[in-house]
């Protein structure tokens, strides 16, 4: 900019006070002018937020990490690791890792296949890349937070330099996760220079999504406004249908969402324990133990406990043997009042000791089960109640048994899941396989379908125990049959014939037909049993593909690679 006292003519009519105080306005626009000028040229650190999410905590997190990222001047986006290839990793500067860890220490869904090429020996090196990884888990499995564990060690083996400690965050993840973002944001903003003052530019149009005020700690008492059986009461498996009025929560849901359930404890299990401790009338820890206190499964640091206490009891040969299935075998069917009872009582803890060995009582999630388009005053579950004699499922049986008349409160609260929804192209082709409960999210797919007047085939493969007893939601389906939003229905009941017929060996019958919708551009979901049912399903979906394309087993799981990275194969499974 020339020199103020060219921009105003000689011959201007001003007086000399005029025309200084117009030179030092002129001046100060000047001045204005480079600062923003200057803000505006200043390169911003770009943070790259990674995250593995199995029901979706990890990835609203990321979202969270970016808005925060912006506060302190610094250019945030978030990806899904499995949209990340270690080549593209390798060009990135800053990154930050959330994720979940999902199964018996495995990644989860949407992080596999980037683990897998992390793994490889054609990995390249990531000596310019600075990191740092958040872990969510639960500190009542031994595999806890073994993902954020396997990601954190194998970025330091490639050389990438850790920005700051790993944290692994317990079920209470909030406090833990806000601290480690302003600490790493913090120091990431010291370290390029970045101010706050100064926004960022946007990664994206879409802004982070705001937090309901309902959750964990804040639930919201909704009135239970439908208690219905849904098999047959002679049924071997209890099965009910569940709807929850929103009131003026301000609550909103998607299908393919979890709600979470804040359960309390049994009355007959609390009176019990306290009978045990000679502690009945004690009103104070009664209620510890009724809405806090998790007091059917044993703590890992209860059953140390207990081992250490009686080395020569039945715990404690099991515990040796180190197998942790047989553990698990040898628990089933029993609930800290039996290991306390199977203790000599002059080794036993005493009350006092036993309430800190004791973990918190948790929501439980259940895979939501209607539209919001259909539904929109209500959301709706299908839950299985748990029952082994006096054992009894904490929540599923709060709900079934304890929650009194239709019409009482319990607490809730939407757990999002951005990943496991119905397409939004109205004509892409839906196969859904979600036998037992597993047909929750369904129900509410083909309902929003439905509601939207998607042209979208739909393709349902479902079955449980026997047709006569189990069949749940049948008239609705048969509807949706009659009204054309349900194309195919294929059915599987295991025990209607001498040789058991599941899920899977519908789809190997309709290997062709199936294959010729994954052509075509279908979206496959599964929902359902983690442990068997879905390693059966993608064994039969890989079958399917190697079978119709007949290139082999690897051609095969490429494919199906395919699909997980398109987002076309996803899951809701526990």
């Given amino acids: 900019m020339p020199p103020t006292g060219a921009l105003i003519p000689a011959d201007a009519p001003f007086s000399a006070q005029q025309e200084s105080w117009l030179a030092g306005f002129i001046a100060g626009v000047a001045a204005a002018g480079r600062r923003a000028h200057t803000a505006a040229d200043a390169p911003t650190a770009t943070v790259d937020v990674l995250f593995g999410t199995q029901t979706g905590n990890a990835e609203f997190l990321a979202d969270e990490l970016v808005a925060a990222a912006r506060t302190h001047g610094l250019t945030g986006r978030a990806s899904a690791l499995d949209a990340v290839t270690p080549d593209r990793l390798a060009t990135m500067t800053h990154v930050l890792v959330v994720t979940s860890t999902y199964g018996e220490g ?13 793994q490889s020996d054609t990995a390249p090196r990531l000596d310019g890349v600075r990191y740092a990884v958040l872990g969510l888990g639960d500190r009542g499995y031994d595999d806890f937070c073994q993902a954020a564990k396997l990601i954190d060690t194998r970025l330091e083996q490639l050389g990438a330099a850790r920005l700051h400690e790993r944290v692994d965050c317990d079920v209470d993840f909030e406090d833990p996760a806000a601290e480690w973002t302003q600490a790493v944001l913090g120091r990431l903003a010291a370290e390029t220079g970045a101010t706050g003052d100064r926004a960022a530019p946007a990664p994206s149009p879409t802004p982070a999504p705001a ?158 089960s209607s539209s919001p388009l259909a539904h929109p005053d209500r959301v709706h579950l299908t839950v299985a109640s748990v029952r082994y004699g006096r054992h009894l499922g904490v929540a599923s049986t709060y709900l079934a048994d304890r929650t009194g008349a239709e019409g009482t409160t319990v607490g809730i609260y939407v757990q999002p899941n951005a990943s496991f ?12 396989i979600g036998p037992g409960t597993g047909i929750a999210p369904f129900r509410g797919f083909l309902h929003e379908r439905a509601a939207r007047g998607a042209s979208g085939r739909n393709w349902l493969f479902f079955g449980d125990r026997h047709r006569a007893t189990d069949f749940v939601y049948e008239d609705e389906l048969t509807e949706l049959r009659r009204r054309g939003v349900l194309t195919e229905l294929d059915l599987a009941f295991s025990r209607d014939q001498a040789e058991k017929v599941y899920v899977q060996t519908r789809m190997r019958e309709r290997a062709r037909e199936l294959y010729g919708w994954l052509e075509d551009g279908a979206h496959v979901y599964v929902c359902g049993d983690a442990s068997r049912m879905a390693k059966d399903v993608e064994a039969a979906l890989l079958g399917v593909v190697a079978e119709q394309r007949g290139r082999g087993d690897d051609d095969a799981a490429e494919y199906l690679a395919g699909l997980r990275r398109s987002k076309r194969y996803v899951r809701d499974v526990y």
Avoid: C
């Fill in 106 to 118: 495995e990644l989860p869904d949407n992080a596999g296949l980037f683990w897998e090429a992390l």
């Fill in 211 to 368: 937090r309901s005020p309902w959750n964990r700690r804040t639930p919201y008492r909704s009135r239970l406004a439908v208690n219905r059986l849904l098999s047959a009461p002679h049924s071997a498996k209890e099965i009910r249908h569940y709807e929850f009025d929103l009131g003026d929560s301000g609550i909103t849901y998607r299908a393919g969402d979890a709600l979470a359930v804040v359960p309390r404890n049994d009355d007959g299990l609390v009176a019990a324990l306290l009978d045990h401790f000679g502690a009945a009338g004690d009103e104070e820890t009664a209620e510890l133990l009724r809405t806090e206190r998790e007091i059917r499964t044993p703590s890992k640091e209860l059953i140390a406990d207990l081992v250490e206490r009686a080395p020569s009891g039945e715990l404690a040969t099991v515990m040796a043997q180190g197998d942790r299935s047989d553990l698990d075998s040898w628990l089933r069917g029993r609930d800290i009042l039996d290991l306390l009872r199977a203790t000599d009582r002059s080794a036993a803890p005493s009350l006092p000791e036993l309430l800190p060995l004791l973990r918190p009582l948790q929501a439980r999630q259940y895979s939501i």
């Fill in 421 to 432: 929804g119905v397409p939004a192209d109205d004509d892409a082709p839906m196969v859904m």
